[in-house]
């Protein structure tokens, strides 16, 4: 069941449109991640679903119901909203998470209160709301959306402002939720971590899957490079008798066993590609010979640049296998991937 749906989204301000026909479902009980550079709309899209702004055109399926033009305060109390950096209210932790509840004539339960207070680590209610943190001001304010029990949480860059060990805090305390919660970040490795599915968005939705999903397959070069994929090539493409597709790049063909024909772009991961001295016997497709031109240290890992034919590959190997085959600048080496590895963006 989805417990909101989104159907041709439409936002300009001025001569700038900030979303462009925008169709998103939201499943009930997951998390959904919104994602995208800066500018995105990914801000904009959250306040249109929350009835803070009214679309230009479009509808919003909220449980059933289409509520684009309302303005309908008890829609809006269903929700809940936390900002990069939402007010909370002067006072103690307990009179701060209990304002809300109080303006709507609800009287939450000392054990209800208590467990939300444990599950944002904000046991101690008497604290007062001006001696609180950065990270503990946030944690607060989803503690102040919770109380109301709503049935749809929206996090807007929620941890943008934080520090690293305060985000960390505020991560923990969102994969803990049982409800069901769309949140926005630029940050790609935080949305791939929170979520269930994500949604790629710049102006418009580009693409929607499971985060493995969307990373090692993407829809579009937009979304590959926004992604962070290292290999991505260019070329002209033919599926052969047998079912293969050979793709012509510059001076090098990859095989794929994806189908597709003329001029395309393909990608493949750097882990998926292994480094030998020689041309080894294999099933695997994908094999090129190339110079390694640069050798950079990740941290775990190594990073090998290697040139074959006229186009770089970047390679990943650990430190001790670099040292082990003993591959300095300047080696001569094979490259090897499965033609499965290859994905090709039409």
Same mark, same amino acid.
């Given at each position: #069941?989805?417990?909101?749906?989104?159907? &041709?989204?439409?936002?300009?301000?001025?001569?700038?449109?900030? $979303?462009?026909?925008?169709?998103?479902?939201?499943? %009930?009980?997951?998390?959904?991640?919104?994602?995208?550079?800066?500018?995105? &709309?990914?801000?904009?899209?959250?306040?249109?679903?929350?009835?803070?702004?009214?679309? /230009?055109?479009?509808?919003?399926?909220?449980?059933?119901?289409?509520?684009? %033009?309302?303005?309908?305060?008890?829609?809006?109390?269903? #929700?809940?909203?936390?900002?990069?950096?939402?007010?909370?209210?002067?006072?103690?932790?307990?009179?701060?998470?209990?304002?809300?509840?109080?303006?709507?004539?609800?009287?939450?339960?000392?054990? =209800?209160?208590?467990?939300?207070?444990?599950?944002?680590?904000?046991?101690?209610?008497?604290?007062?709301?001006?001696?609180?943190?950065?990270?503990?001001?946030?944690?607060?304010?989803?503690?102040?959306?919770?109380?109301?029990?709503?049935?749809?949480?929206?996090?807007?860059?929620?941890?943008?402002?934080?520090?690293?060990?305060?985000?960390?805090?505020? =991560?923990?305390?969102?994969?803990?939720?049982?409800?069901?919660?769309? $949140?926005?970040?630029?940050?790609?490795?935080?949305? @791939?971590?929170?979520?269930?599915?994500?949604?790629?968005?710049?102006?418009?939705?580009? @693409?929607?899957?499971?985060?493995?999903?969307?990373?090692?397959?993407?829809?579009?070069?937009?979304?590959?490079?926004?992604? *962070?994929?290292?290999?991505?090539?260019?070329?002209?493409?033919?599926?052969?008798?047998?079912?293969?597709?050979?793709?012509?790049? /510059? *001076?090098?063909?990859?095989?794929?066993?994806?189908?597709?024909?003329?001029?395309?772009?393909?990608?493949?991961?750097?882990?998926?590609?292994?480094?030998?001295?020689?041309?080894?016997?294999?099933?695997?497709?994908? @094999?090129?010979?190339?110079?390694?031109?640069?050798?950079?240290?990740? *941290?775990?890992? @190594?990073?090998?640049?290697?040139?074959?034919?006229?186009?770089?590959?970047?390679?990943?190997?650990?430190?001790?296998?670099?040292?082990? #085959?003993?591959?300095?600048?300047?080696?001569?080496?094979?490259?090897?991937?499965?033609?499965?590895?290859?994905?090709?963006?039409?």
């Amino acid at each position: #069941m989805n417990v909101l749906e989104l159907h &041709g989204i439409e936002k300009t301000y001025g001569d700038v449109r900030v $979303l462009d026909d925008v169709n998103l479902e939201v499943r %009930e009980g997951e998390t959904l991640g919104i994602i995208g550079p800066t500018g995105a &709309g990914k801000s904009t899209l959250l306040r249109i679903i929350n009835l803070l702004e009214r679309p /230009d055109s479009g509808e919003i399926i909220f449980q059933g119901e289409n509520v684009a %033009e309302k303005r309908d305060v008890d829609v809006r109390r269903r #929700m809940g909203m936390v900002f990069q950096n939402t007010p909370v209210f002067r006072g103690t932790i307990r009179e701060s998470i209990l304002y809300g509840p109080h303006l709507r004539g609800m009287k939450p339960e000392d054990r =209800e209160v208590r467990e939300i207070l444990e599950l944002v680590g904000l046991e101690d209610a008497s604290r007062k709301t001006n001696e609180l943190s950065g990270g503990e001001r946030q944690r607060l304010a989803l503690a102040q959306v919770l109380i109301n029990r709503p049935e749809l949480v929206l996090l807007d860059e929620a941890t943008s402002s934080l520090d690293p060990v305060s985000t960390r805090r505020m =991560e923990e305390v969102i994969s803990e939720l049982d409800v069901t919660v769309i $949140l926005t970040t630029h940050d790609l490795i935080q949305g @791939q971590k929170l979520s269930d599915r994500i949604a790629i968005l710049n102006r418009r939705i580009l @693409q929607v899957g499971e985060p493995a999903e969307v990373f090692r397959r993407p829809a579009s070069r937009f979304v590959a490079e926004f992604v *962070g994929a290292e290999n991505i090539l260019r070329g002209r493409a033919r599926v052969t008798p047998d079912g293969v597709t050979i793709i012509e790049c /510059d *001076g090098v063909s990859i095989y794929s066993s994806e189908e597709a024909e003329g001029v395309v772009s393909a990608t493949v991961r750097p882990e998926d590609i292994t480094v030998s001295w020689g041309r080894v016997e294999s099933s695997a497709l994908n @094999q090129l010979r190339g110079t390694v031109k640069a050798i950079r240290d990740s *941290g775990t890992l @190594q990073e090998l640049e290697v040139r074959c034919g006229g186009e770089t590959l970047t390679v990943h190997m650990t430190a001790r296998s670099l040292h082990d #085959m003993g591959i300095t600048t300047g080696s001569e080496v094979w490259l090897e991937f499965k033609a499965s590895a290859v994905h090709v963006i039409r």
